[in-house]
T-cell receptor
């Protein structure tokens, strides 16, 4: 079985400050990890993914995430938050050969950037 | 074209109605997905089509009936729904199901209300 935990329901950050949205995972074998963002009444948009290689992954809109195997974490980060980053963020996991299982999503974290 | 389109955007139906949701992609993807998403919750996988064949049915009630007429189109036929089926229905596609490292591209969703 595979699972994702996003421990924070909501994260509040002042505009211009760095932000971190936390994610930990559990999967058999090596993970494939994804971050998606969802704006109100919209579908999910892909931000970035970790497959293999460099532990620091860069994605869209200035976001990056760091894969930490020992801590089974894949936290999403951005050096300087924008008000427009306010949205619902989902971490998701699958594994090599995991097409039959599909993606497993975390419960989501509301990110609120205050002007 | 990296877009997944869904129609209609909104749908209100009675419990005795029959309606259909439509999804289309022109990215040459061979895996297509239906998800159900309740407010402030992660998407829940319903069905997966791989190369136009149903490969995953996550124990979805028979009042939901998927159809994949060709590699670009995915339908979800609805009949005798219940009010608890009211949700955002998301369609997604990816290059193929077996290559689980490929990200999924999501449509904007259909907001379904069952009266």
């Amino acid at each position: 079985a595979q699972s994702v935990a996003q421990p924070e329901d909501q994260v509040n950050v002042a505009e211009g400050n760095p932000l971190t949205v936390k994610c930990t995972y559990s999967v058999s074998g090596n993970p494939y990890l994804f971050w998606y963002v969802q704006y109100p009444n919209r579908g999910l948009q892909f931000l970035l993914k970790y497959i293999t290689g460099d532990n620091l992954v860069k994605g869209s809109y200035g976001f990056e995430a760091e894969f930490n195997k020992s801590q089974t974490s894949f936290h999403l980060k951005k050096p300087s938050a924008l008000v427009s980053d306010s949205a619902l963020y989902f971490c998701a996991v699958t594994r090599p050969g995991g097409g039959a299982d599909g993606l497993t999503f975390g419960k989501g974290t509301h990110l609120i950037i205050q002007p | 074209d990296t877009e997944v389109t869904q129609t209609p955007k909104h749908l209100v139906m009675g419990m005795t109605n029959k309606k259909s949701l439509k999804c289309e992609q022109h990215m040459g993807h061979r895996a297509m997905y239906w998800y159900k998403q309740k407010a402030k919750k992660p998407p829940e996988l319903m069905f997966v089509y791989s190369y136009e064949k149903l490969s995953i049915n996550e124990s979805v009630p028979s009042r939901f009936s998927p159809e994949c007429p060709n590699s670009s189109l995915l339908n979800l036929h609805l009949h005798a729904l219940q009010p608890e089926d009211s949700a955002l229905y998301l369609c997604a596609s990816s290059q193929d199901q077996a290559s689980s490292y490929n990200e999924q591209f999501f449509g904007p969703g259909t907001r379904l209300t069952v009266l």
